[in-house]
């Protein structure tokens, strides 16, 4: 790793290490439960590292015994007032709006996820680009159990497990371990817990090393085809293809 810097934003920490970012999720005693606050900053980090050309891939993470234990139950308890709707309202679109831009961000992301990752939290960690995951992973969406319809994890599910399991999980509210999530292809890699920031930030480095332009390009095929038919797919790459050679081809003659 090269020369570390770090910046402190409350609720979300921000270091770098190199070209690779780390976003540590910071209300430990919350277990970084997701509020409005961690939420606006999270989206806020996220958007200025992909604007930043010295960021080459990203982290995200929490402080403390875990990933996230899902939405801040708190900010749902009392009286309705219009603020606390209006409040509510920020709070779905921001849930939605960052699991969307984890997916759309031209910059790669690892999560590196150890303890509880929730509902929300679970969520966020399969919207990365790809999972490391702690042995002591505790995976699952309660949230019908807390009487709460799943609106905003159910899509980020879905697309990655397929139907049936997405439907137990959500409707029977159980757990998953480390080793169950892996099985079903919810995250990459299972390691100690000690080694699992380790272990994620291994991973970004290797994408830090890589042609950003080619891994923007990659990344943003590789989820355009994701919802395309193979002939779509196909037509897709082949188009991409030409794009970068015309990207190349210039380069070489600005060189030249």
Known sequence: MSEQTTGITGVLHVEHQGAVRILRMNRPEKLNALNTDLLLALHAALTVADQDDEVRALVLTG???GFSAGADLSEFRGEQTPESVKRNLLRSELMGGIQILLRKLSKPVVAAVHGAAIGGGAAFAVCCDMVVAGENLKFGYPEL???????????SLLKQVGPKIAFELISLGGNLGAEEALRLGL??????????LETALRIADTWA????????ATKNMFYRMSEMTFAEGLALGRDVSVGMRHLAAAKAKEAG
């Open 187 to 196: 995250v990459n890699r299972v390691v100690p817990v000690e080694t699992v």
């Open 63 to 65: 402080n403390g015994r």
């Open 145 to 155: 159990n807390h009487h709460l319809t799943p609106t905003g994890v159910m899509t």
């Open 209 to 216: 090393e890589l042609d950003p332009v080619q891994m923007a």
